[in-house]
């Protein structure tokens, strides 16, 4: 019996991709990857920090596991454990094992050692990589591509940069491999995914862009039937430019973007350290509107920033009910340890944030 392993994810697409990568090198090793419903060999919880929240949810998670799953091993892996694996060894005893994700290579060994059964002989009919791939980006109907990871921007609330370190892009051959392995695996759609996306290829000091990205979608067209179309995770504003817009236009790419508000007040963007004020959030808007004039725009918005008066949060209030939104994912601040906004004065009160986002999302 090969030892099975679920993976619990939390968080972004780009951990998603990564606890995809994840099982990937384990069935490579010849274990199982089961479903929630399984009694697993071990549980790997991929973890997210991006909030105090987020944290939360994932001590949570681990502890539901140790309880419902009491002869497993039990290990963390993902943003909490690159941040710190000694705090995560502390604070949760549940867990056997903490693995940064520079180490998640070695997991099959640990496994190995750990668990009472051995896995398969490894499959020695030498699996092609295009296969490998297939199952490395499986991710029910739509197929997530992750082609960076990373940031160096430092927002006050956030965690990120701490968490996942520098901007790394992918380069171009493996997006190539992959979109290919998507294409064989039957996905019609692919969405492109980073930590700061827009940002693809800034590391690669040639010039590279997130268009480069779109045209190597479009080369690997013919892999993928007729329907096949592109989307692209959560995009930074301000990397939205005239040259960028006019670059990623194809006819493959669906006219939907995220892209992150976080505050139509000045004063509360500046506090967070976002690189845009209201108005030029505004005129990155209407840009993207008149390279797509079928844009569907969606937007986050932290609600509750520490110090946010009540005529800021009206500003925000304005600024979103003018800017025609197809969605607003509105959160309460959350604080994370580590970050300049958990230590800011002036933390606006839970049942304050709570109304605020009612109200925002009237
Ligand atoms: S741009 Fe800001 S919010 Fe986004 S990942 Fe980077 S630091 Fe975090």
Do not use: W
């Amino acid at each position: 019996m090969p030892r099975s392993i679920y993976i619990h994810t939390l968080g972004c697409k780009a951990n998603q991709y990564d606890a995809e990568q994840l099982a990937e090198i384990l069935r490579r090793a010849g274990f199982g990857v089961c479903g929630a419903d399984a009694v697993p060999d071990a549980v790997i919880v991929q973890t997210c920090a991006v909030t105090g929240e987020a944290e939360r949810k994932c001590r949570q998670a681990v502890r539901r596991f140790r309880h419902r799953f009491p002869e497993a091993a039990i290990i963390v892996t993902g943003c909490m454990a690159n941040l710190s694996p000694e705090a995560v060894k502390e604070c949760l005893p549940e867990a056997d094992f903490v693995i940064p994700k520079t180490e998640t290579a070695h997991l099959p060994e640990l496994i190995t050692k750990v668990t009472k059964n051995a896995p398969e002989a490894e499959d020695k009919t030498a699996r092609l990589p295009l296969q490998n791939m297939q199952q490395n980006i499986r991710h029910k109907s739509k197929a997530y591509l992750k082609i960076q990871d990373g940031c160096d921007r430092f927002c006050a609330y956030c965690i990120i940069p701490y968490a996942r370190g520098a901007p790394a892009s992918k380069p171009a051959e493996e997006i190539r491999r992959e979109l290919e392995a998507a294409a064989a695996q039957g996905f019609r759609h692919v969405q492109l995914v980073g930590i700061n996306l827009a940002a693809y290829g800034s590391d690669f000091a040639d010039g590279t862009t997130l268009a480069d990205a779109v045209r190597l979608c479009e080369q690997a067209a013919p892999f993928f039937p007729q329907s096949y179309s592109v989307s692209f995770g959560s995009l930074e504003p301000d990397l939205l430019t005239e040259e960028l817009l006019a670059g990623i236009a194809s006819p493959l790419l669906l006219p939907q973007f995220h892209i992150s508000l976080q505050s139509g007040s000045d004063t509360v963007l500046r506090r967070m350290g976002r690189r845009y004020t209201a108005a030029e959030y505004a005129e990155v808007i209407h840009r993207v509107r008149r390279h797509f004039p079928a844009a569907v725009i969606t937007t986050d918005v932290i609600v509750g920033f520490p110090g946010e008066t009540e005529a800021e949060f009206k500003d925000t209030v304005r600024f979103v009910q003018k800017m025609g939104f197809g969605k607003v994912h509105a959160f309460p601040f959350s604080p994370r340890e580590g970050t300049p906004a958990a230590a800011m004065p002036n933390q606006v009160p839970q049942e304050e944030k709570k109304k605020r986002v009612a109200a925002l999302l009237v």
